[in-house]
């Protein structure tokens, strides 16, 4: 299995939730980011954090995972030119980064999405490597959901990216990379955009 790492995106402006959702809270009182980052780390494989250049990483994440974590938050300086530019920002310093040299897939994993099991990130992750796109569909519903996951193949294409919704374009012209794999977990689908999508899936 190819090496992978996870790209956790989290710098956009939550503008449809009224306020940083980034902070809400769930039922069990760990904020929505705290507890995408839990699910996260229960993969168990490396990771990066995109935030904003204006974000105080203690105050989203606590002073001592903050610290602890230091080397894993990146900033996405064009941010506010929607969730692409991030990933433009996010695979440039993939790229860039010589102690990630090694690395062939990583998955693209929205900080609104908490409740994806690490079960469904390694059914991806079993079927991805170097040259393919691989994303999930429901089981009995289809329709795709996140996370994807991206072969080094496709770096380049995403980290030209500067705008847009996602990265939509570079899947569109790489049909023949494309991988779906059936799961059977929803949560690909249930990310959080409004207060009352939180009190639903929270």
Known sequence: ?????????????????????RQARLADGQTLLMATLSRVMSCEVDWRLLLR????PAAL???DFAREHARRIWRAPKAGNGLGASLGDAFRQLSDE???????????WLAD??????????ALQAQADGVHIVRPS??????TGHPVLFGRALWAELAALESGEGAREVIARHREALRQVTVGDVSIHHDIDT????????
Do not use: C
Not at 98 to 108: I, K, R, S, T, Y
Not at 138 to 143: A, M, P, R, S
Not at 195 to 202: D, N, Q, V
């Open 61 to 63: 994440l606590g002073d």
């Open 53 to 56: 250049e204006d974000d105080d």
């Open 1 to 21: 299995m190819d090496e992978s790492i996870i790209l956790v995106m989290a710098a956009g402006q939550s503008r449809r939730f009224g306020s940083d959702k």
């Open 138 to 143: 429901l089981e009995g519903e289809g329709g």
């Open 113 to 122: 999405m908490a409740q994806i099991t690490p079960q469904t990130f390694h």
């Open 195 to 202: 207060p009352a999508m939180l009190k639903l899936r929270g």
């Open 98 to 108: 010589a102690g990630l040299a090694h690395v062939q897939v990583a998955a693209v």
